[in-house]
Every structure is written in structure tokens, then in C-alpha cells.
């Protein structure tokens, strides 16, 4: 399976602390992105990497990508109630697939507490 | 700037009963997908759609299950004679073209009784 697995299952926190979320996956990738999903909603993309890149940040999150060890990382810093949802990571496959179709992993369940 | 949109938003059918889903993708983006999320799960690629070409129907589970998007912009996901592990939130994403970045509507709840 070329699906991104993450890690931990799930995390739980006090608000401000940092948040890590880790994910491997199998096969060569084009891209890889991370996703958040609140209870009952739809995903909201939080931010893509592509395989030539090594690290990328939007606001408080920070992203890191290995393709040697097929891994990512994703670093929520000081984080708040509002954070609290589940975290997929996403990949493409560059061969043996649709171009630009998605795997995911069953997601980490973050719980900030206030 | 809407985003995809997706309806109805939950759906209730019986055991049996033919469902249409809708999905709106973001005006000018090409690339439309379907998925399927179990709960507890991460979602599943269903179908791919390139304009109004079905490039890849590998991940639909059985042949009950038909997606179309007939002018390259609104997609439909049908299922005939719907069953209970049907029950899954079906999820659509739409992307400027298939590398970038792609944006999920907020799903249809399939409950089948």
C-alpha cells in the first residue's frame, strides 16, 4: 500500500505547548500535504510540500519532509483549543497511479486542552 | 470565492433505494475527485475526473456506483440499489490541475437503513 501512516494515533496537550505528528509512507512521492479535519466537517488543507523541498512553514505549523527516510513531520507551535481535530497526512504516487491521487493514513486525533 | 460545495449535506436512504451526490468544485479548477471516508478512517480515492474525462474509476467498490461529469464542472456520484456499508461520508476535492494543492467540500453523510 502506497498509504501515509501517521503517528501517534493520538495526542493529547495543554494549550501553548508544541504539537508533533509524524508520517511515513512507502513509494516516491510528487508531493505530500497535510490536511485538518474538525468532528463532523469536511478536510482543510493546511499546507503541500513537494519531494524537492526539505522543510516549509505557514503561520504556527512547520513542515518537514524526508524522502530518504520517507517520512514528514508537521510542528503545530503554541497551540490553542481551536487546534483540537484530526491531522491526515496526504501523498501522490509518481508512477502505477493516478496522477494526483491521494493516499491517506487513519489520521492523528490532536486534543488541546485549554 | 466559493469553495467546492457539496449537497445534500446528509442523506438518509433506505436499503436499496438509488442516491445522487453532488459536488461543486472551485470554478476553473480541472482536476475533480471523489472519496469515500468510513468513520475513524482516512478517506479512500473513489474516481478521478480530468475536465469532463473519467481518467480513473479504479477505487468505485462495485459496479452500483457511477460518477459523472458531463461539462467538466459539476460532478455527479450516483449509487443504485444502495446497501448498508454505503454508509460513509463521500467526500469531493477539486485542484487547479492534478499536482496542486486539492480543496475538500465538506462531504455528504450517507446513512442506509
Known amino acids: 500500500s502506497q498509504q501515509g501512516e501517521e503517528d501517534p494515533q493520538a495526542l493529547s496537550i495543554q494549550e501553548g505547548e508544541n504539537a508533533t505528528m509524524n508520517c511515513s509512507y512507502k513509494?516516491?512521492?510528487?508531493?505530500l500535504q497535510w490536511y485538518r479535519q474538525n468532528s463532523g466537517r469536511g478536510l482543510v488543507h493546511l499546507i503541500l510540500?513537494?519531494?524537492?523541498?526539505r522543510e516549509k512553514h505557514s503561520g504556527r505549523l512547520r513542515v518537514t519532509l524526508d524522502t530518504s527516510k520517507k517520512s514528514s513531520s508537521l510542528l503545530i507551535t503554541a497551540s490553542r483549543a481551536a487546534d483540537t481535530a484530526s491531522y491526515f497526512c496526504?501523498?501522490?504516487?509518481?508512477?502505477?497511479?493516478?496522477?494526483?491521487?491521494?493516499?491517506f493514513g487513519r489520521g492523528t486525533q490532536l486534543t488541546v486542552w485549554p | 470565492g466559493a469553495g467546492v460545495s457539496q449537497s445534500p449535506r446528509y442523506k438518509v436512504a433506505k436499503r436499496g433505494q438509488d442516491v445522487a451526490l453532488r459536488c461543486d468544485p472551485i470554478?476553473?479548477?480541472?482536476?475533480l475527485f471523489w472519496y469515500q471516508q468510513a468513520l475513524g478512517q482516512g478517506p479512500e480515492f473513489l474516481t478521478y475526473?480530468?475536465?469532463?474525462?473519467?481518467?480513473?474509476k479504479s477505487g468505485l467498490p462495485s459496479d452500483r456506483f457511477f460518477a459523472e461529469r458531463p461539462e467538466g464542472s459539476v460532478s455527479t456520484l450516483k449509487i443504485q440499489r444502495t446497501q448498508q456499508e454505503d454508509s460513509a461520508v463521500y467526500l469531493c476535492?477539486?485542484?487547479?490541475?492534478?499536482?496542486?494543492?486539492?480543496?475538500f467540500g465538506p462531504g455528504t453523510r450517507l446513512t442506509v437503513t
Open positions: 476535492a477539486s485542484s487547479l490541475d492534478w499536482g496542486d494543492e486539492q480543496y
Open positions: 513509494t516516491s512521492i510528487n508531493n
Open positions: 510540500i513537494r519531494s524537492n523541498e
Open positions: 496526504a501523498t501522490d504516487a509518481t508512477r502505477g497511479s493516478t496522477l494526483g491521487r491521494l493516499y
Open positions: 470554478s476553473g479548477h480541472v482536476s
Open positions: 475526473f480530468q475536465n469532463e474525462a473519467q481518467l480513473d
